[in-house]
């Protein structure tokens, strides 16, 4: 067995529009934001992860960052590519007489297209990968929560990522009814820009809007003793062009993001429209279950269960709950039916 293991190396993907996790022997090992920094006259790679996350926004005229997943899947194909080989690299810089074969299990939203699938296969073989399985969000997300996925019980998970917002129903190791929107924490961040343009008379960045949706980002304009302080915004003043600080409250931005919310809920509600009843049975006494980033967003739990009357539990550590379940799938390929090749 040692010896095959030093042949072949088998890692899980969780390949996210915001952020790529890579767990490998049960651990993550990589957890950087998934985007390149790019030398626009060699069209060279110069940076990936976090390096290139700090200049985002901040290049000049020769370097470009690329963002190589829009919406859940690869928008550049390259940039994906050679993305997921330098985190590869992160961890795996034992020297070798030559580089182990890769088994990948790699997870994609549930609405993906045939040709959106065949591009994430494609940039997992040119970086090295052997062995590609592909697994839905989901159905990760319900595996990393610590559902049984293969009882013939029905639970709803609505997994909330950077690029899309999954809901799906899933009973007997398969979703039964799903509904997948390009409505997730890259939309919300929009709003806010959109909102302090709009409102504040103040041009702010992706990073910066970034920044006060994780620190005042809220789903209700009344949190009660949950409400967090202020937050001081800096940015560029659109009438007078110099740089300002304001501040903004939760309560502002629970009304920049509401429109978007309210698609997720309409979403949630669709995806409970076409539940079979003995599932919606099911679901009446488990509930919803939510991971991914988006649902970290202050009393986003309780606006949905108010929506849909329904208790709602938020996974435990949701920012990793995909890329667990993708690991775990990794550990059990021939229990797993539903994997796909």
Partial sequence: MGFFDFLTQEIAIDLGTANTLIIHNDKVVVDEPSIVAVDRKTEKVIAVGKSAQQMHGKTHENIKTVRP?????????????YMIREMIKMFNNKKRLFSPALKMVICIPS???EVEKRAVIDSAEHAGAKEVYLIHEPMAAAIGIGIDVEEPVGNMIVDIGGGTSEIAVIALGGIVCDKS??????????????YMRRQHNILVGE????????????????LGEDAPPDYAVHGRDLVS?????IYVSYKEIAEALDKSISKIEEAVLFALEMTPPELSADIYKTGIYMAGGGSMLRGLDKRISKKTKLPVHIAEDPLRAVARGTGIALKNIDKFPFLMR
């Fill in 69 to 81: 997943l829009k919406d859940g899947v690869i928008a550049d194909f390259y940039a994906a590519e």
């Fill in 111 to 113: 609405g993906i297209t």
């Fill in 181 to 194: 929107i390009r409505v997730a924490g890259d939309e919300f961040t929009s709003d806010i820009e959109e």
């Fill in 207 to 222: 990073r910066t809007a970034e920044l006060i949706k994780i620190n005042v980002g809220a789903a209700m304009v009344d």
């Fill in 241 to 245: 062009g110099i740089p300002k600080e």
